[in-house]
RNA sequence: GCCCUCGUAGCUCAGUUGGAUAGAGCGCAGCUUUCCUAAAGCUGAGGCCACAGGUUCGAUCCCUGUCGGGGGUACCA
């Protein structure tokens, strides 16, 4: 059991205790007569006894117990009064040096050193690093990257992959029954555009030879075709649009300067800003436009194209959804092409050391979905308005549409189809859906639905996250207003790890010498891990803004970081010639005499800890918080505790169990985030 | 218009069902290397937790309002 649950544990007895000891004592304050309190229900004894938590602060010991406070209005009894009681009924003998009181009731726990020691140890002897399993496993589906196959993977796919794949693996180690599911993508215009292109544009012997290039090249090449029409299109009522806007500030600008009243002037001063955003946001499509239009002009080849396909966009929506009535041609291209679509997909996947136990992509479902309208309808949920089938919610404005005027469906009728699947087959107690927040309102129709039809016991879960944004603050995309192809990040990842890892300065102080194929393998566990890293140890529903250069440097809280402290571990047992899994068998809980090998040792036992928080809110950033804690911790401890050179045997031999407990504690922690880590780097 | 979300150090971000003097990194000013990797460690400066009310013994956290950023808002996903 975790330490916290044991403290929790404890005081939840003596609470009890106390309270019917206080009770029985009688109320001395008539003002709490109404209360006859004489015990409380178990729930509220856990309640309060989770108000255990780690103290902020080492004075006050290292773990507080704070229910005494809110406890006193309901018990009629002050504070210190409640504490002490519960006090005197807490046997903690075995865990703690001395229970205190201070404040208004903080009752502040110091755990022995002892009990420490002997937790290391045991933690040492096992596997699963004192983390107990699930007491209740349950069968989790996780939703994770989900992409659009046959278009390159961009930036965007970075947080859901990662966050999923560290959720998949962390609920996985606790001991759910953990089904990951990639719900690609691989039915919808992409494919459209790509046959288009092949049966315009398609070079046969190329497809051949290179099929992810071939297609890859058709399905640019039709979607600038495309959006260079769009923005010809548009561009005129872009212009017009800029122009009434610019108009509309003048004259907010103007009733600004005319207005008499403060009051009606700072309304008014409203309107203008308002208007002067609309403005800036017409002024910046038009950009856009123009830009499009800009780089193209020039490329005669191009410009020939793209007059020959005047109707492209209108035609690749034909040939999309002849594909889903079963045209036979362009369903023979869609089964020739999807496994090189997939193939590139996995090859990223493969880098980023990601993988699912199933990949069900949209394609899967395509043969469901009219029987979910149908059973919507029958069930008296959905109905026919403006020509669409749609459900109506009470607590909704807009319906979730589940079938178009045209007799398309949608994603809501697909990510339905895939719930009532995702039930039967798999019988899922939890299904969490890895996706941007955008989709948030999407989420909350689809579970409302739900829970219309039958899915009352299954939590159903929108882990949502936030959007990663460029220097500029703005969502992150290329210069020319595209997304940011994902691969060439990690690339670029790799390759400022390899300048780092090549820096003579330091390589010569590696004995042997790195080889190319080793300098290689570094730069790539920590290019990739960087990555991984920067995304985790940010709250997942925060936005953050995409820094490479932070992201790979050295200093700070980075994957780097860790890496290095284990490689530094790595470094001593290597040099004391110890194997890490051997040092499990010492036996002998090691002492924590100096100030840093107690608190290297309070942190390692709050590894359970950490991944409580990740299961609890679904964020992954708790654990590398945690890892990061460590890391540092170890750092002060490496400074300041010599290991191999300690003045006798017994203190090294002390010393190695907290590094090799370190060095198992961060490789696994890094696991779990689908990192990894090297010998020496 | 309506709905959701965010606002914490110069910058990037944490902050565990409300807890004691709000943390870290970068940057800045210093210090430390006969010692297992200095890709390190230590010290310091830096805060009206957007603002105003409310609830509470106690509010960065909960409620209401204001201001500001982002997102969504009937047939794309």
């Known amino acids: 059991m975790l330490i916290l649950d044991r403290l929790r544990q404890s005081i ?139 278009k390159p993977m961009h930036v965007g796919h970075i947080r859901s992959t990662v966050i999923g794949d560290a959720l998949a693996r962390t609920l996985r180690f606790l001991g759910h029954h953990v089904i990951t599911d990639n719900h690609l993508g691989d039915w919808g215009t992409q494919f459209g555009m790509v046959i288009y292109g092949f049966k315009h544009f398609g070079d046969e012997t190329a497809l051949q030879s290179s099929p992810v290039e071939e297609l890859s090249r058709l399905y640019r090449l039709v979607n600038r075709i495309i959006e260079y029409n769009a923005a010809k299109s548009e561009i005129e009522s872009a212009r017009i649009a800029v122009n009434d806007a610019t108009r509309m500030v003048d004259v ?158 949608l994603y809501a009728t697909t990510d339905l189809a895939t719930l009532f699947y995702r039930r039967d087959q798999f019988g899922a107690d939890e299904i969490l859906y890895v996706v941007d927040s955008r989709q948030s309102e999407h989420f909350d129709k689809l579970f409302a639905v739900a829970r219309r039809v039958g899915f009352e016991d299954i939590e159903l879960i929108h882990v949502n996250f936030g959007t990663v944004l460029g220097p500029d603050g703005r969502p992150f995309k290329t210069r020319s207003g595209s997304s940011v192809g994902l691969e060439s990040l990690l690339d670029e990842a790799v390759a400022r790890a390899m300048a780092v890892v090549c820096d003579p300065e330091r390589s010569v102080r590696l004995d042997p010498p790195m080889d190319e194929d080793e300098k290689r393998q570094i730069a790539s566990v920590v290019g990739h891990g960087a990555i991984k890293y920067a995304d985790l140890s940010h709250h997942r529903t925060s936005d953050y803004k995409f820094d490479l250069q932070k992201m790979v440097s050295m200093d700070g809280n980075t994957s780097a970081y860790i890496q290095y402290a284990y490689a530094r571990v790595s470094g001593i047992m290597q040099k004391g010639g110890v194997e890490l899994e051997a040092i499990a068998s010492f036996g002998n809980a090691p002492r924590l005499d100096d100030p840093s090998e107690r608190a290297l040792a309070m942190t390692l036992l709050k590894f359970g800890e950490s991944l409580m928080q990740v299961r609890a809110e679904y964020a992954p950033n708790f654990l590398v918080d945690y890892l990061y804690e460590t890391a540092r911790a170890y750092a002060v401890f490496n400074e300041n505790c010599p290991v191999l050179k300690a003045h006798d045997d017994q203190t090294t031999q002390s010393r190695l169990a907290l590094v090799a407990l370190t060095a198992r504690v961060l490789r696994q922690g890094l696991d779990l985030l689908g990192i990894q880590v090297v010998a020496r780097m």
């Open 12 to 150: 939840a007895v003596a609470l009890d205790k106390a309270v019917k000891h206080l009770s029985d004592q009688g109320t001395v304050d008539s003002a709490s007569s109404t209360s006859d309190v004489s015990g409380l229900s178990q729930q509220d004894l856990e309640s309060y006894a989770a108000m255990v938590r780690p103290t902020a602060d080492p004075r006050f010991g290292d773990y507080q117990a704070n229910c005494a406070m809110p406890l006193a209005k309901i018990l009629g009894r002050p504070p210190r009064d409640i504490a002490t009681a519960l006090v005197d009924h807490l046997d903690v003998t075995d865990l703690c040096d001395d229970v205190q009181i201070a404040g208004p009731g903080f009752i502040n726990l110091r755990l022995k050193s002892q009990f420490l020691g002997d937790s290391i140890a045991a933690m040492l002897k096992d596997d699963r690093l004192g983390v107990p399993l699930a007491a209740l496993p349950r069968t989790v589906i996780i939703d994770y990257s989900s992409p659009n196959v046959a």
């Open 252 to 409: 907010a600008l103007q009733a600004v300067t005319d207005a008499k009243e403060p009051k009606e002037k700072k309304s008014l001063e409203k309107s203008h800003a308002s208007a002067s955003k609309k403005q800036a946001a017409a002024i910046e499509k038009l950009d856009k436009l123009e830009s499009t239009i800009a780089n193209s002009v020039e490329d005669t080849g191009f410009m020939q194209l793209a007059s020959q396909h005047p109707g492209i966009a209108d035609a690749v929506l034909n040939e999309t959804a002849k594909l889903h009535e079963g045209d036979a041609e362009n369903l023979a291209l869609w089964k020739r092409f999807l496994p090189y679509c997939r193939d590139e997909i996995d090859r990223v996947y493969q880098r980023l050391n990601v993988s699912f136990d199933h990949t069900l992509g949209e394609s899967f479902y395509h043969e469901m979905l009219g029987k979910v309208v149908d059973d919507l309808r029958a069930a008296g949920l959905a109905s026919d308005s403006e020509g669409a089938v749609c459900v109506f919610l009470p607590e909704f404005d807009a319906p979730m549409i589940v079938r178009k005027r045209d007799g398309a469906f």
